[in-house]
């Protein structure tokens, strides 16, 4: 059964640290494109990481860049956001995401579509 | 990349055929996506690379573009379709990832 299960959302105070993890099923974690976008509550959707294959290369958004690191154990089918320096601005829920490969130079591809979604994890950043 | 979508809403009967747009800020070719996304539960991707229909979406979903102007289209609007639709663009490497706005449809 194909399924991304989010886990370790909650509330924080400003500064503090979090760690989101995801637990893939169904299909070939190891192959596949991996990535975080949030939702703010009652506003639109944001790109926050990627993480490619075997090769594991990252981006970020500029909003989390050096705060936000995603990595993956591709032996235990699972993907992690450890969410550093944590801001009000961060509140949101954060959806674990499979992503198609798009565009491609002769080096290296990037994610495309984001075709599976986990049901997603709240973080609220308060004091 | 900027990606500027319309209507932020629009309001439709259940028969009707609709069409959302999404302007890109440079041409980013096909590399456009557009998903629904309903209260409650988390985005599903509908179209790929501009006018690829993902497996198990309903023929009355569409979409077509390139370059910096697209559209995604709803014929004959039924009741499970009243939500909100984003687009999201993929071009470059790295990709901005960038989403449009979204475009609530509710019912008339």
């Given amino acids: 059964q194909l399924q991304l299960v989010e ?3 909650g509330l ?3 500064g503090g640290s979090l760690r989101l993890s995801c637990a893939a099923s169904g299909f070939t974690f190891r192959d596949s494109y991996m990535a975080w976008i949030r939702q703010a509550p009652g506003k639109g959707l944001e790109w926050v990481a990627y993480i490619t294959n075997s090769l594991s290369d990252t981006n ?3 909003s989390v860049k050096g ?3 995603i990595s993956r154990d591709n032996t235990n089918d699972a993907l992690f956001l450890q969410m550093n320096s944590l801001r009000a601005e961060d509140t949101a829920v954060y959806y674990c995401v499979r992503a198609q490969i798009g565009a491609c130079t002769s ?3 990037g994610p495309g579509a984001f075709d599976m979604w986990g049901q ?3 973080v609220t950043v308060s004091s | 990349i900027q990606v500027t979508q ?3 809403s ?3 009967s259940v028969g009707d055929t609709i069409t959302i747009t999404c302007q890109a800020s440079h041409d980013i070719s096909n590399y456009l996506n557009w998903y629904q996304q309903k209260p409650g539960q988390p985005p599903k991707l509908l179209i790929y690379g501009a006018s690829n229909l993902e497996p198990g979406v309903p023929s009355r979903f569409s979409g077509n573009g390139f370059g910096t102007d697209f559209s995604f289209t709803i014929n004959s609007l039924q009741p499970e379709d009243f939500a909100t639709y984003y687009c999201q663009e993929y071009d470059d490497v790295p990709p901005a990832l960038t989403f449009g706005g979204g475009t609530k449809v509710d019912i008339k």
């Fill in chain 1, 107 to 109: 080096t290296r591809c």
């Fill in chain 1, 12 to 14: 924080v105070k400003p």
């Fill in chain 1, 120 to 122: 997603g994890t709240l």
């Fill in chain 1, 60 to 62: 970020y958004a500029a």
């Fill in chain 1, 67 to 69: 705060r936000f690191t």
């Fill in chain 2, 6 to 8: 319309s209507p932020s």
């Fill in chain 2, 10 to 12: 629009l309001s439709a």
């Fill in chain 1, 7 to 9: 886990s370790g959302g």
